[in-house]
């Protein structure tokens, strides 16, 4: 049975799933069209060190850097606008190949081309990170964004942290303005 989350209340996926390996970490979202373009969101990934930064560059896992240097998060590939049911956006992560200097793994929702487009999160319905053991594809977790954020275009969704040897999965829900650049430069 799948766990809904809500803000700062971190679940162990451990406890969830014992045994859990490889996980799908899912974005979906509604179509949206706004000054003729579709809301085009972009799901990311920060790999990062008990200091809360990147050890490299290569550990940001996006549409331009698909696999991180320890092959554990691959993204697959973009969806431009959120068209059809379930996840629109996905990256698999196998936890067992996590580099051991990554105790953190922050997951980014951002909207591409926010600033020239005039969208924004405001415009954003029903998105939501899933979380789903790769195996069998069963939901474990699931955080559904509710708030309406009417001047940001970038947003930490959700982290996974180390625990003692084992994955926490928390929802943050925080917002962010100047798009996917204010997060690489703070995690950088």
């Known amino acids: 049975m799948a766990i809904y989350l809500e803000k700062k209340k971190p679940v162990s ?3 969830t799933k014992p045994g859990l ?3 799908i970490a899912g974005l979906g979202w509604d ?3 706004v000054n003729g373009h579709n809301v ?3 799901l990311s990934v920060f790999m990062m060190g008990i200091n809360g930064k990147l050890p490299r560059d290569e550990f940001f896992v996006f549409y331009n850097n698909n696999t991180s240097p320890d092959g554990a998060a691959y993204y697959p590939g973009d969806s431009r606008d959120g068209t059809g049911d379930g996840d629109d956006e996905i990256i698999s992560i196998d936890l067992a190949k996590i580099d051991r200097q990554i105790e953190f793994l922050y997951f980014a929702v951002t909207i591409d081309q ?3 487009r005039g969208h924004h999160f405001g415009y954003v319905h029903n998105a939501y990170i899933n979380i789903r053991n790769a195996a069998d594809n069963t939901l474990l977790c699931q955080y559904r964004l509710n708030e309406e954020f009417k001047n940001e275009d970038s947003l930490l969704i959700a982290t996974l942290s180390r625990n003692d040897g084992q994955w926490d999965f928390e929802a943050v829900g925080q917002a962010f303005s100047g798009g996917l650049n204010t997060l690489v430069e703070m995690y950088q």
């Open 13 to 15: 996926l451990e406890k």
């Open 21 to 23: 390996r490889n996980i």
């Open 31 to 33: 179509i949206a069209n």
């Open 40 to 42: 085009d969101l972009d």
């Open 114 to 116: 926010a600033a020239d």
